[in-house]
């Protein structure tokens, strides 16, 4: 079984966080890789007018990831999954000799009630969430910890991950870094002109990446 880790995001752009970040799960969890979804959307965010195509995106990713066992992927496009439950039962079906667990930053547990059967996920895959400053106490606070708090293992257990009973959720600290997607747009609003033509094939379904978004995912209600 190959211990994969899971960390979806819009990079746009991918940056030295995501790979630290990355690279401090495999060590903590004992991971053989990791594969960073690239979504093509997501729902809980309207469209920005910000958001580099598709192709850029996953271009920044490959470039981040070089020379590190991290695979980017659009795979949710193969899947033709929008919303990330539904993106991990398939995952799962697809690939029985992996074992794979979510990765996530505490902002996102901050939000976690807010996705599509987001119990169903707890219940199908573990869940490490990386703990960044400032978003530690309110994540806590949510209703999701509420039900949540019960299956969390100690951290000084983490790479028996794949021995818990699901649900099961572990709380990783990282030293936080403060480069951001934001500020990097914000410095160099054209970074996508030096992506776009980098993308080729997908690194784990070797299928060609589009050049352009194919599936605009409009805003939830």
């Known amino acids: 079984m190959i211990r994969t880790g899971l960390l979806g995001g819009s990079f746009n752009p991918a940056h030295r966080t995501h790979r630290k970040i990355s690279l401090a799960a495999m060590e ?57 439950v539904d993106t991990l039962v398939r995952i799962v079906r697809r690939y029985p000799h992996r074992q794979f667990i979510w990765l996530m930053g505490s902002d996102n547990l901050e939000q976690f009630p807010q996705w599509r059967q987001w119990r169903r996920i707890a219940r199908t895959v573990p869940i490490a969430v990386v703990v960044r400053e400032g978003y530690d106490r309110p994540a806590r606070a949510v209703r999701a910890m509420g039900w949540l708090r019960r299956f969390v293992r100690p951290a000084g257990q983490a790479q028996e991950w794949t021995h818990w009973r699901l649900p099961a959720l572990v709380q990783l600290r990282f030293r936080p870094d403060p ?43």
Do not use: F, Q
């Open 28 to 84: 903590a969890l004992g991971l053989d890789e990791v594969w960073w979804l690239v979504s093509p959307g997501n729902p809980l965010k309207r469209a920005a007018r910000d958001m580099a195509p598709l192709a850029a995106r996953y271009g920044s990713a490959l470039r981040m990831a070089r020379r590190a066992p991290i695979r980017p992927t659009v795979i949710e496009l193969d899947l033709r999954t929008r919303y990330t």
């Open 179 to 221: 480069v951001s997607a934001t500020r990097l747009r914000a410095t160099n609003p054209g970074w996508h002109a030096d992506y776009a033509d980098m993308a080729s094939r997908d690194r784990v379904t070797r299928r060609p990446i589009p050049m352009e978004d194919l599936c605009p995912v409009p805003p939830l209600p």
